[in-house]
């Protein structure tokens, strides 16, 4: 079965400060992983996805993630964060094309 | 236009009110989703559509009723519910088979009393 882990419940930093939000998958058969977004009083956006091919993966908003087959990995990176980055990030995979496994969710809180 | 929207925002209903909550989507999407996220919580799938048929009931009591009219709309009819049922209720579609790629709206927040 498919399953996302994601290590940190909460991230605070500085404004302007580079942030890495991390994901860890458990699969046995071929992944696609996917970022979204859930700010505050909001539905979800989805930040980027990854399905096949290059490994660093480009999203909306300067966000970016890597996979890493050897590490089971897919963190969430930017390089310099705003105060509008407030929300809530979730790791996610989907087990069939109907459905979406999220992960438990990070808090991503910015200090100005 | 790339929206889903749900009505109402807000509800607050009774244990022996009957109530509904509206999703729509003008993507021409073929598959919709209602999920239930409760606070600092991820989104718990609940139900699936796709061409207007269900094809995914997440083991949900029956107080909660799903109906899709047509291919834009869906609606969850609420009957009886209980006060753990308070929790934000996302509507979502995508592509039949788009992996992931769901778009979803801003949610109804529900307070049962």
């Known amino acids: 079965a498919q399953s996302v882990t994601q290590l940190d419940s909460q991230v605070p930093v500085f404004e302007e400060a580079p942030v890495e939000l991390r994901c860890n998958y458990s699969?046995?058969?071929?992944?696609?992983l996917f970022w979204y977004v859930q700010y505050p009083n909001q539905g979800l956006q989805l930040l980027l996805k990854?399905?096949?091919?290059?490994?660093l993966v480009k999203g909306i908003n300067g966000f970016e993630a890597e996979f890493n087959k050897s590490q089971t990995s897919f963190h969430l990176r930017k390089p310099s964060v705003h105060i509008s980055d407030t929300a809530e990030y979730f790791c996610?995979?989907?087990?069939?094309?109907?459905?979406?496994?999220f992960g438990s969710g990070t808090r991503l809180s910015i200090r100005p | 236009d790339t929206e889903v929207t749900q009505t109402p925002k807000h509800l607050v209903m009774g244990m022996t009110n009957k109530k509904s909550l509206k999703c729509e989507q003008h993507?021409?999407?073929?598959?919709m989703y209602w999920y239930k996220q409760k606070a600092k919580k991820p989104p718990e799938l609940m139900f699936v559509?796709?061409?207007?048929?269900?094809?995914i009931n997440e083991s949900v009591p029956s107080r909660f009723s799903p109906e899709c009219p047509n291919s834009s709309l869906l609606n969850l009819h609420l009957h009886a519910l209980q006060p753990e049922d308070s929790a934000l209720y996302l509507c979502?579609?995508?592509?039949?088979?788009?992996?992931?790629?769901?778009?979803f709206g801003p949610g109804t927040r529900l307070t049962v009393l």
């Open positions: 699969s046995s058969v071929s992944v696609y």
């Open positions: 996610a995979v989907p087990p069939s094309a109907s459905k979406i496994i």
């Open positions: 979502a579609s995508s592509q039949a088979q788009d992996l992931g790629q769901q778009f």
């Open positions: 993507m021409g999407h073929r598959a």
């Open positions: 990854y399905l096949s091919g290059s490994t």
């Open positions: 559509y796709s061409y207007e048929k269900l094809s």
